[in-house]
């Protein structure tokens, strides 16, 4: 990989010094002497010293994504020449991501992983080091084991020894409960719209000094995302993944009804509209809903309120402001949504049930609603539906509203307890960046390729990569997987990235120091105000109190430690 040269913008092929501890500074990890040969056999021609990193044997038993044979050092990228998509299909550069966020004015800083002129070869003269341990909590299942056991292709001296974190999504409790007890594990995965809150409290260990000793650089990561592990002007951890939410909707219901398949709706007025049309019901029973905008796909009250524009928290972090008029009117017209085109909260639900009971899989790839807010994950299930022609755009605005999405997602963090803050440190590098990727992304591929076999689908696996929070591992996918996809996908990859860049909230910088409580509560306040156990108003009162009273709670203990 290239090094961009920030004051003229040329690209000239550097060398960065070689540490020779795991422990020590340093810009390269040290590589097997097995790897190492293997890997030095090719050389870039683009740039003499620059090896050209290729993945080995898929190590793949289930679930999400590993592509690691000869895991290669972090930050070492790929130095293939990239083949581009054009710009109507967006490859993604970090040029251009970069220049589109605001957020410098150069595009890539990457180094080519080669030792100086007199430094041993990789593997001489390297003291015998002791076999370290860490224990890491996050996702369980073989996948998961496949990745970590991909760790020591990197490090020879490091295992990880990973422990299902149980949910950190409405709770933390696992985790929380063993650092105030002091016995937390070295790394942990955790849910960035609680990332905040945890920080504040002391759970996080302080990675700022370690992050800029190292070759890491915060041009190479998504803004949003990493603003999220920020507290205090303090890095306490590194963004992993990310996703973005917009409207899906199928074509052939659109053209079956008259509406033309090629423009979705982009009002709430033209919403309504269309899903009055898109509805089939048999007397009282729903047969298909053309939109549900609660409970179906994963939008939350958040999207709604965002694409109002209302306020979700001051500029202090100090007041809650789902009060806000804009948050009572938006949830008055998902009620009104309801009622005129639902019914009944409890029948939607009901209905997805049965859905699923039945084995049908989710609403939108079943037929059974023609659009769905989800997230840009959906993808992945309607690649294994070829038989569903369906279409990504924006969610429709409301009057006065502005284009919007949000964002979540995970990071990894260093318990304060941990005894090897060195390694863990290596170890949520190598993870979230582009080793810990390409480890990720083969296991996928491999697993794809067996649920192919297994629901005997037709035609060739097709893989739809998740996002990535390190820009160079987001582009080495973009490069290797996109180019097998189809028009519709490149499209909505092209969305995603747009979304990413210009018009997405960040779940982390919405909720505050109590956002575990504004998570729950807001939840709480659309289910009561759908399911008509509250007004839209006193839910979101009722929401406000609550959450502000947790959010006082917080600050105090902040402002007394």
């Known amino acids: 990989m290239f090094w961009s040269d920030r004051a003229t913008g040329r690209r000239s092929c550097r060398p960065r010094t070689r540490s020779t501890h795991l422990s020590s500074r340093r810009t390269c990890p040290l590589v097997p002497p097995d790897v190492f040969e293997r890997a030095v056999s090719r050389r870039n021609p683009t740039c003499s010293g620059v090896f050209d990193w290729v993945p080995g044997p898929l190590k793949a038993q289930y679930g999400f994504t590993p592509w690691s044979g000869f895991a290669r050092p972090e930050p070492c990228i790929p130095n293939d020449p990239m083949r581009s998509l054009s710009m109507s299909t967006r490859a993604l550069s970090r040029r251009n991501f970069l220049v589109l966020s605001g957020t410098a004015a150069a595009s890539l800083v990457a180094a080519a992983c080669v ?12 003291p015998m080091m002791e076999t370290i341990e860490l224990n890491h909590w996050g996702f369980s299942g073989p996948i998961w084991e496949t990745i970590w056991d991909a760790v020591p292709d990197t490090y020879p001296n490091m295992t990880v020894n990973p422990t299902e974190i149980g949910d950190i999504v409405f709770g933390d409790q696992k985790f929380t409960t063993a650092v105030a007890a002091g ?13 905040l809150q945890f920080a504040a409290k002391g759970l996080y260990q302080d990675v700022t000094e370690r992050f800029d000793a190292s070759d890491l650089n915060r041009d190479d990561y998504t803004p949003v995302q990493l603003n999220e592990t920020v ?19 199928n074509k052939d219901h659109f053209a079956e009804v ?18 009055d049309k898109l509805n089939i019901r048999d007397g009282d029973e729903v047969v298909r809903y053309g939109f549900v905008p609660y409970l179906y796909g994963n939008s939350w009250m958040w999207l709604y309120g965002f694409l109002a524009g209302a306020p979700s928290l001051s500029d202090d972090k100090r007041t809650i402001l789902c009060d806000d008029q804009r948050w009572i009117d938006t949830l008055q017209w998902m009620v009104n949504f309801y009622d005129n085109y639902v019914g009944d909260f409890e029948l939607a639900n009901s209905f997805q049930q049965g859905i699923r009971s039945a084995g049908l899989g989710l609403p939108f790839v079943a037929g059974k609603t023609s659009m769905s807010a989800t997230g840009d994950w959906h993808v992945r299930d309607l690649l294994r539906s070829p038989g569903v022609d369906y279409g990504t755009a924006p969610m429709p605005i409301p009057p006065g509203g502005m284009k919007s999405t949000w964002s979540c997602g995970f990071s990894i963090v260093m318990a304060p307890g941990s005894e090897h803050p060195d390694e863990a440190f290596q170890l949520m590098r190598w993870f979230t ?8 992304a083969a296991a996928d591929v491999a697993e794809t390729k067996r649920t192919w076999e297994r629901e005997q689908l037709e035609g060739e696996p097709k893989f739809w990569p998740r996002l990535a929070c390190y820009l160079p591992a987001l582009e080495a996918m973009e490069q290797k997987y996109l180019p097998e996809l189809g028009e519709i996908e490149n499209s909505t990859w092209t969305l995603s990235l747009d979304a990413l860049r210009n018009w997405t909230h960040g779940c982390g910088s919405v909720m505050g120091v109590a956002a575990l409580q504004y998570w729950v509560e807001m939840d709480n306040a659309a289910r009561n105000a759908l399911s008509k156990q509250m007004t839209p108003e006193e839910a979101m009162l009722n929401c406000k109190t609550l959450v ?10 902040i402002d007394n430690a």
């Open 548 to 557: 502000q009273e947790a959010t006082d709670q917080a600050w105090e203990a």
């Open 231 to 249: 507290w205090e002007g303090k890095m306490y951890g590194l963004p992993w993944g990310t996703d973005v939410r917009y409207l899906y909707w």
């Open 433 to 440: 960046g582009t080793p810990g990727w390409d480890a990720l």
């Open 258 to 275: 008259g509406l033309d398949p090629e423009q979705p709706p982009t009002t709430w007025a033209e919403l309504e509209e269309y899903a």
């Open 183 to 195: 016995t937390g594990p070295d790394t942990a995965m955790q849910n960035r719209h609680t990332f």
């Open 115 to 126: 030792a100086p002129e007199g430094a041993p070869a990789a593997g001489e003269g390297e």
